[in-house]
Nanobody
Framework: VRLVESGGGLVQPGGSLTLSCVGSGFAFSGYLMQWFRQAPGKEREWVASIISTSTISEYADSVKGRFTISRDNAKNTLYLQMNNLQPNDTAVYYC?????WGQGTQVTVSS
């Protein structure tokens, strides 16, 4: 199992970013996929989840209405569209399947 995130970067408050996570080594379409994040000095926290058929997704209250999780099973890719980013969204973002984690991608929100 391999998960590789990309798309992080530096963005100003109010800006947007889209993260991607490409999965390999397993049947991507059959699994619930999730995004987590970890800010400096804080515990890793759950951000969003999406089931295999994309019909159900859930969000942490802190990102609800600003972030959108989606997936393209044909491309084995998970996405996180992040809008209206704020400084407290600064963190390393990870995709996760069961106990498998990617290496993370850094998102920094700063003016």
């Amino acid at each position: 199992v391999r998960l590789v995130e990309s798309g992080g970067g530096l963005v100003q408050p109010g800006g947007s970013l889209t993260l991607s996570c490409v999965g390999s080594g397993f049947a991507f379409s059959g699994y619930l996929m999730q995004w987590f994040r970890q800010a400096p000095g804080k515990e890793r926290e759950w951000v969003a989840s999406i089931i295999s058929t994309s019909t159900i997704s859930e969000y942490a209250d802190s990102v609800k209405g600003r972030f959108t999780i989606s997936r393209d099973n044909a491309k084995n890719t998970l996405y996180l569209q992040m809008n209206n980013l704020q400084p407290n969204d600064t963190a390393v973002y990870y995709c996760m399947r069961d106990s498998y984690w990617g290496q993370g991608t850094q998102v920094t929100v700063s003016s």
